[in-house]
């Protein structure tokens, strides 16, 4: 709100200007910028012109007009020309007399905008002040009417939209007739008569319809001195034609949008849409009306300016669209993708695999702003990989695209068919875990996790049925030294067990000859040197697997002084003996043996031993063997 006062200091100028026989001159209007300035607070009457570095504009008044006999109107008009500037304050004043101030405003702050033009208008008001002020005309013979001006550019927008739309035109449902029963109905909607702009904001009923008769809408641009101008329209039913007319100096422009037959139906007249009459063709280079060709010349290409689907798929496809890549060549650096056309693309590269050599890829490039994103796909039909980069990590990310391969990670909805291997992450001890399906020829399981104890070997307790998972690795039926009186998962201690073939199926399947029944044993080991089976050579004949050997002995009086030296030419004694030298007719072998007795040079004591026929095997036979190391054996499953 603003508030207006005269100063006192007029009064003293008023004063002083009617002693003189002078009238009183507001010459100048000055604008004023006060910080802080609360307009809503009453002016002091004591002050006058603020100080002039608040003065933001000053303009000669241009004209005054006597509004009654206590009231004068001082005008100015800012040109379009002047700087823009802020202003809050506004203040009347004789630029010829100081302390002449004879009208202070404080107002809301406001800005002159640059290329705008501002009238501005104060009314100073006391008693007899027109004939005080000696000023005689009235504002009627100065100020502007803008009312033509107005109309004018209201018409041109008229005439705008007539361009456009033409005398009528309307879109979707809107002002549609229809009939519902005996009642005829005008839907809500938008509308274009005469250029005017017509709303519908519910639906209307017209009145007094008769058969075979025209419904027309008639509208007309009214609006009052100081109110908003608005389109106001009104539906009519005549059995005549009805055209445009003027009624009280306001022109009406009327459109026919329904006919009403005879037998009640309506039949809609309105003209949808812009009025295509009024726009130009389109072109190569401008603007203007597409006509659409049917699917019969789209599928042909016939038209001028048309597009077959195949002549816009050879188009698009040099762009990487439509089933046709754009080939990128060979691909040394991923920098060399920022250029590359967003679509289907082609190229070879080591870089997805971080391989050795290239590797032909197919994929799309997926452009989002200034990033983008490759989706790609080797052409190795035997180990298929899905590739993506990303531009703002700068690196590939690689994954099997075949989950039933062997070696990829569990997967609890997999069937795993007997010999399939997975693997497993522990966490705990930072290792990956290779799992080989176990439980039988044709078996299959879903949903038997290997990390579970129970589905292995190690925690089975059904010895009616094979397990599910072993560790993978190893040959089955393989023996080998362990350094554990457990085995491990994989494997059965060699201890002569009867083991279950229900169970250890492929033990079983690699030694059918060791199954007895419904068992399978591989023997005894423990305590026992190995021999290799001699298999035809003949230098340990008559021998079969897992058979056993006596040990060799000496044989003397069992002093330990006599000891009987073999005839080592005697099949007899060798057999006993359990070892033959490679050459029996060795001088070393055959004649004498060097004993480490008393004497390093001694000849053997021999008088007094036994015969190997009359040794007695409690006292004079002593059991020969090298130094040794135990350790467990243990035999793949």
Request: hydrophobic letters at 35%.
């Given at each position: 709100?603003?508030?207006?006062?005269?100063?006192?200091?007029?009064?003293?100028?008023?004063?002083?200007?009617?002693?003189?026989?002078?009238?009183?001159?507001?010459?100048?209007?000055?604008?004023?910028?006060?910080?802080?300035?609360?307009?809503?607070?009453?002016?002091?009457?004591?002050?006058?012109?603020?100080?002039?570095?608040?003065?933001?504009?000053?303009?000669?008044?241009?004209?005054?007009?006597?509004?009654?006999?206590?009231?004068?109107?001082?005008?100015?008009?800012?040109?379009?020309?002047?700087?823009?500037?802020?202003?809050?304050?506004?203040?009347?004043?004789?630029?010829?007399?100081?302390?002449?101030?004879?009208?202070?405003?404080?107002?809301?702050?406001?800005?002159?905008?640059?290329?705008?033009?501002?009238?501005?208008?104060?009314?100073?008001?006391?008693?007899?002040?027109?004939?005080?002020?000696?000023?005689?005309?009235?504002?009627?013979?100065?100020?502007?009417?803008?009312?033509?001006?107005?109309?004018?550019?209201?018409?041109?927008?008229?005439?705008?939209?007539?361009?456009?739309?033409?005398?009528?035109?309307?879109?979707?449902?809107?002002?549609?007739?229809?009939?519902?029963?005996?009642?005829?109905?005008?839907?809500?909607?938008?509308?274009?008569?005469?250029?005017?702009?017509?709303?519908?904001?519910?639906?209307?009923?017209?009145?007094?319809?008769?058969?075979?008769?025209?419904?027309?809408?008639?509208?007309?641009?009214?609006?009052?001195?100081?109110?908003?101008?608005?389109?106001?329209?009104?539906?009519?039913?005549?059995?005549?034609?009805?055209?445009?007319?003027?009624?009280?100096?306001?022109?009406?422009?009327?459109?026919?949008?329904?006919?009403?037959?005879?037998?009640?139906?309506?039949?809609?007249?309105?003209?949808?849409?812009?009025?295509?009459?009024?726009?130009?063709?389109?072109?190569?280079?401008?603007?203007?009306?597409?006509?659409?060709?049917?699917?019969?010349?789209?599928?042909?290409?016939?038209?001028?300016?048309?597009?077959?689907?195949?002549?816009?798929?050879?188009?698009?496809?040099?762009?990487?669209?439509?089933?046709?890549?754009?080939?990128?060549?060979?691909?040394?650096?991923?920098?060399?993708?920022?250029?590359?056309?967003?679509?289907?693309?082609?190229?070879?590269?080591?870089?997805?695999?971080?391989?050795?050599?290239?590797?032909?890829?197919?994929?799309?490039?997926?452009?989002?702003?200034?990033?983008?994103?490759?989706?790609?796909?080797s052409n190795n039909a035997g180990d298929p990989k899905l590739a993506f980069y990303h531009s703002t990590q700068n690196k590939w990310t690689s994954v099997l695209t075949n989950l039933n391969a062997q070696f990829a990670p569990y997967q609890s909805d997999r069937v795993y068919r007997t010999g399939d291997v997975c693997t497993t992450y522990d966490s705990g001890i930072g290792e990956r875990k290779f799992w080989q399906m176990y439980a039988g020829p044709n078996m299959t399981c879903v949903g038997?996790?290997?990390?579970?104890?129970?589905?292995?070997?190690?925690?089975?307790?059904?010895?009616?049925?094979?397990?599910?998972?072993?560790?993978?690795?190893?040959?089955?039926?393989?023996?080998?030294?362990?350094?554990?009186?457990?085995?491990?998962?994989?494997?059965?201690?060699?201890?002569?067990?009867?083991?279950?073939?229900?169970?250890?199926?492929?033990?079983?399947?690699?030694?059918?000859?060791?199954?007895?029944?419904?068992?399978?044993?591989?023997?005894?080991?423990?305590?026992?040197?190995?021999?290799?089976?001699?298999?035809?050579?003949?230098?340990?004949?008559?021998?079969?697997?897992?058979?056993?050997?006596?040990?060799?002995?000496?044989?003397?009086?069992?002093?330990?002084?006599?000891?009987?030296?073999?005839?080592?030419?005697?099949?007899?004694?060798?057999?006993?003996?359990?070892?033959?030298?490679?050459?029996?007719?060795?001088?070393?072998?055959?004649?004498?043996?060097?004993?480490?007795?008393?004497?390093?040079?001694?000849?053997?004591?021999?008088?007094?031993?036994?015969?190997?026929?009359?040794?007695?095997?409690?006292?004079?036979?002593?059991?020969?063997?090298?130094?040794?190391?135990?350790?467990?054996?243990?035999?793949?499953?």
């Amino acid at each position: 709100m603003s508030q207006v006062v005269i100063p006192l200091e007029f009064e003293r100028y008023l004063q002083d200007r009617i002693i003189n026989g002078q009238a009183p001159d507001m010459n100048e209007m000055i604008f004023a910028y006060l910080p802080d300035l609360d307009s809503e607070q009453p002016i002091d009457r004591h002050l006058g012109l603020p100080n002039p570095s608040y003065w933001v504009y000053q303009q000669d008044v241009m004209q005054q007009a006597k509004l009654n006999d206590d009231a004068i109107i001082y005008s100015v008009v800012i040109p379009g020309t002047v700087k823009a500037f802020t202003f809050n304050a506004i203040y009347l004043h004789d630029k010829q007399t100081a302390n002449s101030c004879g009208l202070v405003v404080h107002k809301m702050t406001e800005t002159k905008e640059p290329e705008m033009s501002s009238v501005r208008s104060c009314v100073q008001q006391y008693s007899g002040a027109a004939a005080i002020a000696q000023i005689h005309v009235t504002p009627e013979s100065w100020q502007i009417d803008y009312q033509s001006r107005l109309y004018g550019m209201d018409d041109d927008l008229r005439l705008a939209c007539l361009d456009l739309f033409g005398d009528a035109s309307f879109f979707g449902n809107g002002f549609q007739i229809k009939v519902s029963g005996s009642d005829y109905l005008c839907s809500p909607g938008v509308g274009y008569v005469g250029g005017l702009r017509c709303v519908n904001h519910g639906q209307t009923e017209i009145t007094d319809v008769l058969p075979a008769s025209g419904i027309y809408l008639d509208v007309s641009w009214q609006g009052g001195v100081v109110s908003r101008w608005t389109s106001n329209w009104k539906l009519t039913a005549s059995t005549t034609s009805l055209t445009d007319y003027v009624a009280d100096g306001v022109q009406h422009y009327v459109t026919q949008i329904a006919r009403v037959e005879t037998d009640g139906r309506v039949t809609d007249l309105r003209h949808l849409g812009l009025d295509e009459n009024k726009l130009p063709d389109a072109t190569t280079t401008t603007k203007g009306v597409v006509i659409r060709a049917t699917d019969n010349e789209v599928l042909n290409g016939q038209g001028t300016g048309t597009f077959s689907t195949e002549q816009f798929r050879k188009v698009m496809s040099r762009y990487g669209f439509f089933g046709s890549t754009y080939g990128l060549g060979y691909i040394a650096d991923n920098s060399a993708f920022d250029s590359a056309p967003h679509g289907l693309i082609s190229f070879s590269s080591k870089l997805p695999l971080n391989s050795q050599i290239g590797v032909a890829w197919q994929g799309i490039k997926l452009l989002d702003g200034s990033t983008y994103t490759i989706i790609a796909a080797s052409n190795n039909a035997g180990d298929p990989k899905l590739a993506f980069y990303h531009s703002t990590q700068n690196k590939w990310t690689s994954v099997l695209t075949n989950l039933n391969a062997q070696f990829a990670p569990y997967q609890s909805d997999r069937v795993y068919r007997t010999g399939d291997v997975c693997t497993t992450y522990d966490s705990g001890i930072g290792e990956r875990k290779f799992w080989q399906m176990y439980a039988g020829p044709n078996m299959t399981c879903v949903g038997k996790d290997p990390e579970d104890p129970l589905n292995r070997h190690d925690g089975w307790s059904d010895p009616s049925a094979p397990f599910w998972w072993i560790p993978y690795g190893g040959k089955v039926g393989q023996p080998f030294f362990w350094l554990d009186t457990t085995p491990p998962e994989e494997a059965v201690m060699e201890i002569n067990a009867d083991l279950p073939i229900s169970v250890y199926w492929r033990l079983a399947k690699a030694y059918p000859h060791l199954v007895t029944g419904d068992t399978i044993n591989t023997g005894e080991i423990r305590g026992e040197f190995l021999r290799v089976l001699d298999q035809g050579r003949g230098v340990d004949s008559g021998r079969s697997i897992n058979s056993w050997q006596n040990s060799s002995a000496f044989v003397g009086d069992g002093d330990g002084y006599n000891i009987l030296i073999p005839n080592l030419g005697s099949a007899k004694h060798k057999e006993v003996l359990g070892f033959e030298f490679d050459n029996a007719t060795d001088p070393i072998s055959a004649n004498y043996a060097a004993l480490n007795n008393n004497d390093q040079n001694a000849k053997v004591i021999t008088s007094g031993a036994k015969s190997l026929e009359t040794a007695n095997t409690a006292s004079d036979f002593a059991r020969l063997r090298v130094r040794n190391i135990a350790r467990p054996m243990a035999i793949y499953i």
